[in-house]
């Protein structure tokens, strides 16, 4: 099991998985006062509202990040549709929903990433670390949907 960092505002906590991550920047872009490479630590969720955050979350591509809600306990999580993408030049992107009940009756849908690699150049198999943007793979897009 690859080790998983947490980095909390107080309402929810941001996790990262750094063996997932493909260093490619989405979320600097993104919330550049969150997250820098150039801080330590290098995620200060106290810098965003936990909406931001959340909507941030969803856009990493990889997986690596992921969050939990400090104070809320989820009592049933349903899992729905996957969907698949085979991007051009890199790894298979898998996001599947998970319809989450948490204890207090609120309910919400979360996604669950990970990013398989198809260039054999990864340290984590099987997942994706981004080392296919070194090694100039390359490789054709394919939507199976
Ligand atoms: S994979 Fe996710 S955590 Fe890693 S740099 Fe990209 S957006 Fe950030
Ligand atoms: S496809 Fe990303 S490391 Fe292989």
């Not at 872009?29 to 995620?43: C, H």
Request: aromatic share 8%; hydrophobic share 30%.
């Amino acid at each position: 099991m690859s080790k998983i960092k947490d980095y909390s505002n107080g309402e929810i906590t941001v996790h990262w998985e750094p063996s997932k991550c493909w260093h490619f920047g989405a979320c600097v872009r993104m919330l550049p006062d969150v997250y820098d490479p150039e801080k330590k630590p290098w995620i200060t969720p106290e810098d965003a509202t936990t909406e931001a955050l959340k909507n941030q979350i969803a856009q990493c591509p990889s997986g690596a990040l992921s969050y939990s809600m400090d104070s809320q306990t989820i009592t049933s999580a349903e899992e729905g549709i996957r969907h698949l993408n085979i991007l051009k030049d890199g790894p298979i992107l898998s996001k599947k929903e998970v319809l989450v009940t948490y204890e207090d009756g609120t309910k919400e849908t979360k996604f669950t990433r990970r990013s398989y690699c198809r260039c054999g150049a990864s340290d984590n198999l099987p997942f994706c670390n981004g080392n296919h943007n070194k090694n100039n793979f390359k490789a054709e897009a394919h939507n199976p949907e």
